[in-house]
């Protein structure tokens, strides 16, 4: 079993930026990689990004490109989304998720952090 733990969520101003953690803990060495993807109101989950415990394949949904940056630092076991200039739209429950193989379904996944944007 894996364990995932966010943090990081909060409220900012429009234009900000926030930093979430995963902390993972368990058979992460069970784990392929991570990824990160939110959920809105009323809106169906969305892949943000995703990155390889090795570091070779690090892969961005279009839309979050250029805004988002996804890393990882192994000692640690814990995956980052830096996430800047954020807008309201980006006001959603943030989730991490870890994945045994690649191009796998995501087989564990955290409880969810709030970001709110306001502005």
């Known amino acids: 079993q894996v364990q995932l733990v966010e943090s990081g969520g909060g409220l900012v101003q429009a234009g900000g930026s926030l930093r979430l953690s995963c902390a993972a803990s368990?058979?992460?060495?069970?784990?392929?990689?991570m990824g990160w993807f939110r959920q809105a109101p009323g809106k169906e989950r969305e892949f943000i990004a995703a990155?390889?415990?090795?570091?070779?394949?690090?892969s961005y949904a279009t839309s979050m490109k250029g805004r988002f940056t996804i890393s990882r630092d192994d000692a640690k076991n814990t995956v980052y989304l830096q996430m800047n200039s954020l807008k309201s739209e980006d006001t959603a429950v943030y989730y991490c998720?870890?994945?045994?193989?690649?191009?796998?379904?995501?087989?564990?996944w955290g409880q969810g952090t709030q970001v709110t944007v306001s502005s």
């Open positions: 368990g058979r992460t060495d069970s784990t392929y990689g």
């Open positions: 990155i390889s415990w090795n570091g070779d394949s690090i």
């Open positions: 998720a870890a994945q045994v193989a690649r191009n796998r379904p995501y087989d564990y």
